[in-house]
């Protein structure tokens, strides 16, 4: 089973990103999608930007994920 994690891209470097996940950053590569900009929501999984978010989708994901964390963290 695959997972990947919704993020918000802050900066582009080449073909790389920093990816906000909710206040922690990360970084990840570019290299599968096309367009990406800075404020796209994306999925992430293994270091790579999956795919780029309807802007509303990736709200509303985000939200949802926000959720669960909050939900089992004690």
């Not at 802050?10 to 290299?31: E, Q, V, W």
């Amino acid at each position: 089973m695959c997972l990947a994690i919704p993020g918000t891209i802050r900066k582009i470097h080449g073909t790389n990103a920093d990816i906000d996940f909710g206040g922690l950053t990360a970084h990840a590569s570019l290299r599968l999608v096309e367009n990406a900009a800075v404020g796209d929501r994306v999925l992430v999984h293994a270091g790579f930007v999956m795919h780029i978010l309807d802007p509303k989708e990736g709200e509303e994901l985000e939200k949802l994920v926000d959720e669960t964390l909050r939900s089992i963290t004690p």
